[in-house]
């Protein structure tokens, strides 16, 4: 299946550097601060990133980093106290409510842990439910080839209470391409999951960017799941503190394994 839009893929990462013509999502000099004065607290101190279209971001960090509210920055579900956030060239830091309520209906999808999808409606009606939320066609066709993408096209007339977690995580993705995004957010979407049921819904977003030119961007606190990713990119204390490329669990885990001793190697 071809996607509806096309995109040129990206050659392989091996250089930091992502030209923001080339960029799907990028970030300037954002800063989130909760509350004044001495109470503040400033969950992202000043975050400078591009990442490209058609790649596969994982983002990590030790309890407190930054890491939600870099998401929620970045897909225009907060905004920043400062600096700004584009999304395919535009600038989304300041739209009003309501069209920054539809540009995340059309070209934001999202997975979650906990799937977040409604009971009542069977399989196919969760797919096509973003369209649906953005005032498109119903395309049928289109969310029935994204079920079979996913290994559910037998599915479609179930509720999401006759399937199992990870068959549930899989309607999660279907629905998230559905649009067709210019980025594709997943918190934690292996949290809930078995290790060989979170390694099927990785290889899903994998071949998501691989074969349809998705651009994805995970947090993720798992190493074996950051794996599956082009790049990880680290925060702490609400900095961007380190990244790499073509990773592997191990090298992964160490960085983690670093990041955390800072503040106590600090602290002493």
Known sequence: MSPRRSRPRPEPTGHPATPAAHAAIELRGVRRSYG???EAVHALRGIDLALGRGTFTAVMGPSGSGKSTFLQCAAGLDRPTAGEVHLGGE?????????????????????????NLLPSLTVLQNVLLPLRLAGERQDRSRARELLARVGL?????RRPGQLSGGQQQRVAIARALITDPDVLFADEPTGALDTRTAHEVLGLLRDAVDT?????????????????????????????ADELYRPDPKT????????????????A
């Open 36 to 38: 004044r004065g001495a």
């Open 212 to 240: 349809m030119g998705a651009t994805v961007v995970m947090v993720t606190h798992d190493p074996v799941a950051a794996s599956f990713a082009d790049r990880v990119v680290f925060l702490a204390d609400g900095v961007l």
């Open 91 to 115: 600038e989304i830091t300041r739209l009003s409510e309501d069209r920054l309520t539809k540009l995340r209906r059309g070209r934001i999808g999202f997975v979650f842990q906990s799937f």
């Open 252 to 267: 992964v885990a160490d960085r983690m394994v670093s990041l955390t001793a800072r503040p106590l190697e600090a602290a």
């Open 153 to 157: 096209g037998e599915h479609a007339g």
